[in-house]
């Protein structure tokens, strides 16, 4: 009989669109998970009754739920948990930014931007401080760098540049200041997700349906 090796052993997953109700796909689109582990597995809950008793027997015994359990660990990546990180969250990724007129007041490495005319104010627009986005339709290209703002009111952002630029120039008319990075806040959406877990090495596969994540543990060190 041949055995599976660890090496050869993958976890692909897909999300759901009926939260794991009905029949599942035949031909998935899957997306591996780049995972540290590949600890999934079925399990069965039991309900077991606390009464002590003289005679050391249990009092009551069920069976509970089947259910998918596992841990499978990871390393933050680019891009590569945006999934995992969305249902986790039970929310949904935006972009954020603000699409009017704005003037732009330069002062060596840092700028303010105001609203020039009516529309919608920075609150709105989702954006906060310590975001990082970048001027667009403006004038001159210098100003179209990455830029992280470093203070708000709902009429004008102070933002200074970053990743090495040195400078703004000042000018009127920039139409729009957009964050580069997209905003996943706590919401109340269920997904769901079919995972596969492939041996390769020996053509078995393990195909779960309707699993949920329930927990997320994220360590920056």
Not at 43 to 71: M, P
Not at 143 to 148: E, L, M
């Amino acid at each position: 009989m041949s055995l599976a090796s660890g090496t050869n052993v993958y976890l692909a997953y897909e999300e759901e669109v009926n939260n794991g109700r009905g029949n599942p796909e035949d031909n998935p689109a899957l997306t591996m998970l780049r995972a540290t582990g590949r600890a999934i597995n079925l399990q069965k809950n039991t309900l077991r009754s606390a009464e002590v008793r003289s005679d050391r027997q249990v009092a009551g015994l069920r069976h509970g739920f089947n259910q998918v359990a596992g841990s499978p660990g990871f390393e933050l990546s680019l891009g590569a948990f945006d999934d995992m990180i969305e249902a986790a969250m039970s929310g949904t990724w935006a972009s954020v930014g603000l699409t009017d007129t704005l003037d732009i007041v330069a002062t060596a490495t840092t700028a303010v931007a105001t609203i020039n005319g009516g529309g919608g104010g920075f609150y709105a627009s989702g954006l906060e401080v310590g975001m990082v986005g970048t001027f667009s339709g403006t004038a001159s290209s210098g100003n179209d760098q990455s830029s992280r703002i470093t203070a708000m009111t709902d009429t004008a952002i102070t933002v200074e540049a970053v990743d090495g630029a040195t400078s703004y120039t000042t000018e009127a008319g920039a139409s729009s200041f957009d964050a580069t990075g997209e905003v996943c806040k706590i919401g109340s959406t269920l997904r769901t997700f079919t995972i596969e877990r492939g041996f390769t090495d020996v053509g078995k596969y393990q195909v779960f349906n309707g699993c949920a994540i329930n927990q997320m543990s994220i360590q920056v060190q």
